[in-house]
């Protein structure tokens, strides 16, 4: 009888336990709608923000292809949170009843879910995340994709694609180095040294064209707003060297590589 409490317990304790937990989804918008792929993203992380630790929303670009229906770039949207088991079931049934809700009517969406201890083979997944920004894959490889890796995926829509971009979603975050941060960062400041950025709650990096980081003091000039992208697992911002020898941030238009 001891033994038996001891165990249920435990299980209580594990119930418990925060663990890492990563969603993305695809293909929910269309053109001209009042809603984005991106803004749905953003209200799925705000309801796991409610009660748990939640991090930015990556967005990912994908193949361009005349075989894939998408509304203008194709891309998919995945954040991370910590999360108990229990609040990841809460979480995936908000995100469910929500994109069927406000997905798009033509749109053809799909969600992948997972925690991150649960994947079988990680490297698969970013295998197949890399392979979905070079070449055309179908809905079939994706779900044999998913059932191989324990990861969750649902199309929301019989024959739904969006299960592809949103499978691929989950791996190009786990490879720690694809894709832009959702939102764009005002600034009062126009000028602001490596260290202070840093101090700022959203920088988490700052790094050359070459992908070097900058030495504490370093100066960047800041010119509009600005766009962070997800290199090496954090939030950096990414500048260049002009020909004055002084440093500025890399505009929207120079990142669309990323």
């Given at each position: ?69 998408y509304t203008s770039h194709n891309s998919s949207m995945c954040f991370e949170a910590w999360l108990s088991e229990e ?118 990096a700052v790094a050359d064209e070459n992908l070097k980081p900058l030495s504490s003091d370093e100066r960047v000039n800041l010119i509009g707003a600005l766009k962070l992208v997800f290199l090496d ?26």
């Amino acid at each position: 009888f001891i033994s038996y409490i001891v165990k249920f317990d435990l299980k209580i304790e594990v119930f418990k336990m925060k663990f890492k937990f990563l969603l993305c989804i695809d293909d929910t918008d269309e053109l001209g709608g009042e809603i984005s792929t991106g803004l749905l993203a953003e209200e799925i992380a705000a309801f796991a923000d409610s009660f748990a630790p939640v991090s930015f929303v990556t967005r990912h670009q994908l193949l361009l292809d005349p075989r894939i229906n998408y509304t203008s770039h194709n891309s998919s949207m995945c954040f991370e949170a910590w999360l108990s088991e229990e609040q990841k079931q809460r979480v995936l049934d908000f995100a469910l009843e929500l994109l069927v809700r406000k997905s798009a009517p033509s749109a053809e969406p799909g969600i992948a879910a997972a925690f991150e201890k649960d994947i079988v083979n990680a490297q698969e997944l970013i295998s197949f995340g890399k392979s979905a920004k070079e070449i055309f894959l179908s809905s079939e490889q994706a779900f044999k994709t998913a059932h191989e890796q324990n990861v969750f995926l649902k199309e929301l829509k019989s024959g739904a694609r969006g299960v592809i971009g949103a499978l691929a979603g989950i791996g190009l975050r786990l490879s720690g180095n694809d894709g832009k941060i959702r939102g764009k960062f005002e600034l009062k400041e126009s000028n602001l040294s490596v260290a202070e950025l840093l101090r700022l709650n959203f920088i988490e990096a700052v790094a050359d064209e070459n992908l070097k980081p900058l030495s504490s003091d370093e100066r960047v000039n800041l010119i509009g707003a600005l766009k962070l992208v997800f290199l090496d697992f954090r939030a950096t911002l990414l500048v260049k060297k002009e020909a004055g020898g002084n440093f500025r941030n890399l505009s929207v238009k120079e990142l669309r590589g990323f």
